[in-house]
């Protein structure tokens, strides 16, 4: 039977919040600053995080695999980030950051036979990604697997939510939308307030300049709001993310991807009741409209 094609992200609902609490949680702040990084924001310890796996990546790495910063941003912690821990101290540090999140958070749950059987589903799925063109995923997948379950599930986790995230930028690039008119859509569509991509580090001109040039290709009405066209735009981003997306879940199937949400719920509703992730994020998991297929 052909997989249903909202699966993928359906099943990216389920594991995005297990993957991005190490952005937030008070474990991995306190091993960010065990190593250096300052903690009056976010971004020094997420660009290491989320970049190490890569190596000693350059400024111009970091800033094409995360996609929807300013070059101007990500220069201003990478390469920095590295002379404050080389990548394999922050890999390990890594670990344990999620290491104590998931303790903390899911304590004896961690030793069921339901998470046990959680873990395998989604190594397996993780182990069917193809990384062909895929940096993050490609990166994250070369890793070797952690020995304790939760952190085995965590990086199967992470490898598939970075694939989808490779697929992304393809169906980004495939769109013809730049780093900030890719932020700039998606905030006409509702998906999230454009304050809250003020993180990013666009400066208001050039967030004006991304506003203008989609007007001009129909995409936005005067308001900066999305027009049929701006919509069906980003509907079709959001489809071939989707498609992109359904290699692993194909492999395992609709059977096992639906058993593998099953066995999510009460970890990713563990990490959302925790209050850990900002109330309006710019993940767009429950705002994006589901696409037109």
Request: net charge negative; glycine share 10%; proline share 7%.
């Amino acid at each position: 039977m052909p997989l249903d094609r909202a699966l993928p992200r359906r099943a990216w609902h389920h594991l995005e919040p297990m993957h991005a609490v190490l952005y937030f949680a008070p474990e991995a702040a306190a091993e960010a600053g065990a190593l250096g990084y300052e903690l009056g924001e976010r971004w020094p310890s997420y660009f290491a995080w989320r970049t190490a796996p890569l190596g000693a990546a350059s400024a111009e790495l970091a800033t094409a695999v995360c996609y929807s910063f300013s070059p101007a941003t990500v220069a201003r912690h990478v390469p920095g980030a590295w002379a404050v821990a080389d990548p394999a101290k922050v890999l390990a540090a890594r670990l344990r950051a999620v290491d104590g999140i998931y303790q903390g958070l899911f304590g004896d749950r961690l030793a069921t036979a339901e998470f046990a059987e959680l873990v395998g589903l989604a190594r397996l799925a993780a182990e069917a990604a193809g990384t062909a063109g895929r940096p993050l995923a490609a990166a994250n997948a070369a890793l070797p697997w952690p020995d304790e379950p939760h952190l085995a599930l965590w990086q199967a986790l992470t490898v598939l939510r970075e694939h989808r995230g490779d697929g992304h930028l393809a169906a980004l690039l495939t769109a013809g939308l730049d780093p900030c008119e890719s932020l700039v859509s998606f905030a006409a569509v509702g998906a999230a307030p454009a304050a809250n991509f003020g993180g990013r580090g666009w400066t208001d001109d050039e967030w004006s300049a991304a506003r203008d040039r989609l007007a001009t290709r129909g995409w936005l009405d005067a308001e900066g709001l999305a027009t049929d066209a701006g919509r069906a735009g980003r509907n079709e981003v959001e489809r071939l993310t989707d498609q992109l997306a359904a290699g692993p879940w194909e492999v395992l199937g609709t059977e096992r991807t639906e058993r593998f949400m099953e066995l999510m719920v009460p970890f990713f509703l563990g990490v959302i009741e925790a209050g850990l992730l900002p109330m309006q994020s710019t993940l767009g998991i429950t705002t994006v409209p589901a696409p037109i297929w």
